[in-house]
């Protein structure tokens, strides 16, 4: 029988002593009473922030998404915004998702923060991430809040926290929040108004600044002409897609794009979907079988605050291949520097991006364009630091991860699916005129660069025992490293809690480099309950026809791995 948590108990009690509804006290003690483990996981600790901000299952609890770990956190977040910002006038952004509470969360976000004192601009509705990042820095504000969990389940929802360069907040910002949230013990410390006064509602005005800035990526001088060929099946898998991507695909000219009419509706149970990720293939079913139904050339789709999308294309057998994301930045790379190179663009201080755990191939096309490649760590608000800390020195191109994350230009310091959708079908367009897919441009670019194929694990540990367990594994990888792999030697191990060797901020992930040039990374998940692996292999690439073989022999190669790592 599970035993009461301690520090469950203490949170709890805070919460029964403070001023919060009655019903909900009687529903802790019930909790308390009658579900030991669930209690224990609601309170065991405050949500805290991770690469991704806060995020948690919606429910009672400090551990929980609910109106008041909602209004306490924000509360902090106004305490630290005024510290950072004496004597002025303050102004922040507010917007949310399609997720079940995500309205009211930011009506309750907009409300404390006005309580506040400051000026608040919040959607009138649901709007993408990368529109929220964009309307930061576009209307000059100090802060910024999106309310989503992305691609979590259902039951989840999130607090997505924003600094004045529109970035998510990165140390030491991230973790001095926490020290003011923290410092928000009773809910009779939040100030709150019930009423609308000093906030602004914006929607349709900043859409349109938001989509020029979109329409101005383009790499295509006659924006309107040629693009009309393409047929595009577009998913929002319920979510803010819907507002932005099918407008911004117009204004590239491509008018025929054919909705997923089913999963076009916004709805935070996403009722056609196993799960709302693009990364699962059971998240594109429903909008390949209407790509295929209409011979399209190209499957686009996003994840429900649209700020990641997926890809899958036609080859010239007719036959539906899926994109990943370490191809496809691999590709956007690609494009965006030849095509700045055919219209004698590059400069000797662009730059693009790619993560610690995002494959190498995209150094390698870099390199052969002579941009410099920077290597962050894992989440985009590490990205969006090095675009800030290289402003006014380097240009920045075009980056990012293996999670389905891409951003072009620097309008937005967050992923940005909208223009990536756009920029995706323009490269499409621009590789049938060479008489190529996707596809096939993808194998030409194994044959200059050599093949790279990537793979990961993701073990799931919820609650507090799986986190202990996590723990664990991290500790035991770090103290007890292999000395091979599948039969090669670890040339080299990377411990990026190891500053002076890394140069970046510390960070909870290891690395194996073989002397084969495989890379295994390990690293626990920053918004979710899990620890991922991630395995790289590069093998000579001689013909297009060798790619089926090779791919076979990458998956054999990771496949004894994995059973050599008990995964």
Not at 12 to 24: D, F, P, V
Not at 95 to 102: F, P
Not at 392 to 413: A, W
Request: hydrophobic share 35%; charged share 25%.
């Amino acid at each position: 029988m599970a035993q009461l948590d301690v520090v469950a108990c203490r949170n709890a009690e805070k919460w029964l002593k403070s001023s919060i509804e009655e019903s909900i006290k009687q529903e802790i003690r019930s909790m308390k009473e009658s579900n030991v483990e669930e209690f224990n996981d609601a309170f065991y600790k405050t949500l805290e922030f991770g690469t991704g901000g806060l995020r948690g299952i919606m429910g009672i609890g400090t551990n929980r998404m609910n109106i008041y770990t909602v209004s306490m956190t924000t509360q902090g977040f106004c305490d630290y915004i005024k510290e950072q910002n004496p004597g002025k006038e303050i102004k922040t952004v507010i917007s949310h998702d399609c997720r079940n509470n995500s309205k009211d969360f930011a009506l309750i976000t907009a409300r404390v923060m006005a309580a506040n004192g400051f000026k608040v601009f919040l959607f009138e509705d649901l709007r993408p991430t990368p529109e929220l990042s964009f309307a930061v820095r576009e209307l000059c504000a100090d802060a910024g809040v999106m309310i989503t969990a992305s691609h979590n389940p259902k039951e989840y929802n999130g607090y997505k926290a924003y600094w004045n360069d529109g970035a998510q907040l990165t140390a030491p910002h991230d973790v001095l929040v926490i020290e003011k949230v923290n410092a928000i013990t009773d809910i009779a410390q939040v100030k709150i108004q019930n009423d609308n006064s000093n906030i602004t509602f914006i929607g349709e005005d900043m859409d349109n600044k938001y989509l020029q800035m979109v329409h101005s990526l383009s790499m295509n001088r006659n924006v309107s002409a040629g693009n009309k060929n393409l047929k595009i099946v577009y998913t929002p898998l319920h979510g803010t897609g819907i507002m932005l991507v099918p407008k911004a695909l117009r204004m590239y000219g491509f008018n025929s794009v054919h909705l997923v009419e089913a999963q076009s509706i916004c709805d935070g149970n996403f009722p056609t979907c196993v799960s709302p990720n693009p990364e699962e293939p059971a998240a594109l079913d429903m909008g390949l079988k209407l790509a295929k139904q209409i011979n399209a050339d190209m499957l686009l789709a996003t994840d429900p605050d649209a700020d990641r999308v997926a890809t899958a294309v036609r080859n010239k057998r007719n036959e539906w291949i899926p994109i990943n994301g370490n191809q496809m930045v691999s590709l956007l790379t690609y494009y965006l520097l030849e095509r700045r190179k055919e219209q004698n663009m590059l400069k000797q201080n662009d730059f693009v991006i790619n993560t610690v755990v995002t494959t190498d191939l995209v150094k390698e096309i870099a390199k052969s364009f002579d941009v410099k490649c920077y290597s962050v760590l894992t989440g985009f608000k590490h990205i969006a630091a090095k675009i800030r800390n290289l402003q006014g020195k380097e240009k920045y191109i075009g980056g990012g991860e293996e999670s389905y994350g891409y951003l072009i230009g620097d309008s937005v310091r967050d992923k940005d699916s909208v223009s990536a959708c756009c920029i995706l079908a323009e490269m499409a367009e621009w590789a049938s005129k060479k008489g190529w897919t996707l596809y096939e441009l993808l194998l030409d670019i194994y044959m200059k660069y050599g093949f790279y194929h990537e793979e990961q694990v993701s073990i799931v540990r919820k609650g507090k025992s799986g986190a202990a367990q996590i723990k664990q594994m991290m500790s035991d990888f770090r103290n007890n490293p292999p000395e091979k792999i599948d039969g090669t030697r670890v040339a080299d191990i990377i411990d990026y809690l190891n500053t002076d060797v890394t140069h970046l901020p510390e960070s909870n992930v290891l690395q194996y480099l073989l002397e084969d040039g495989c890379k295994v990374s390990v690293r626990p998940s920053g918004t979710e309950p899990k620890i991922k692996f991630y395995f790289s292999v590069r093998l000579e690439c001689d013909a297009q026809s060798d790619f089926q073989s090779l791919k076979t022999k990458a998956l054999e190669k990771i496949d004894r791995i994995k059973r050599e790592m008990n995964l």
